[in-house]
C-alpha cells in the first residue's frame, strides 16, 4: 500500500532527469556559499593594514583622506627641534591615544596598532608599569601611527633601554 507521503521521498525509480539536473545546482550553490564565506573571512583587515595611509606615518607625504585629528601639535616651547625616530620590533603593538589619557596606561583607547619599523617619537613619559616578554617597564613613548595618530607605546616594544635614549621626557 502506497501513501501520499512517497512522491517526496527519493526513490530509484525517479532517479531521473530532475535529480540528475539537481546535483550539479546543489554543488555550484556549495561552492558560492563556500566563497562568500571564505570571502568575508579575508575582508577582514588586518590591524596594521592601512588602504590609504603609509606606513611610517609621515604626514607630508600622506593622501588627504588619511586623519589626523588625533595629531597632536606641541606648543613651540615642547617642540623638539625634529621628531626622535624609535624602532618597534614586535608586532601589532596597541597604540593607545594619548589625547584620552595624559598618563599612559593599557585602559587608554587604543587608536592604531603597529608592526616592527621605525616611528616618529614626541617624548616619553612614566605612567603604569607593563610587563610581558619577561621585561617590566613603566615607560611609554608617544609615537605617530601609520594612521596619523598620536599614541603611547609602552618601551617594552621598543628597541632600547628602559627609557629610550635621545627621545625626550614629555612636559605635559
Known sequence: MRNNYSRYLPSFSRMGKTNSTLLPKLFIFLFICTICVLSTLNLQAAPTAHAVCKPGGDTVDQPANCPTSGHKTPTPTTKPQGFASVYIYATEVNVHWDNACKTPKVSCQVK???????????????????SDLGYTNKWWTDIQAPNGYWGWVTNIYIQGDVKIAGVPDCTF
Open 112 to 130: 592604531a596598532m603597529v608592526n616592527p619599523g621605525t616611528y616618529k617619537a614626541l617624548c616619553q613619559k612614566a605612567g603604569e608599569s607593563v
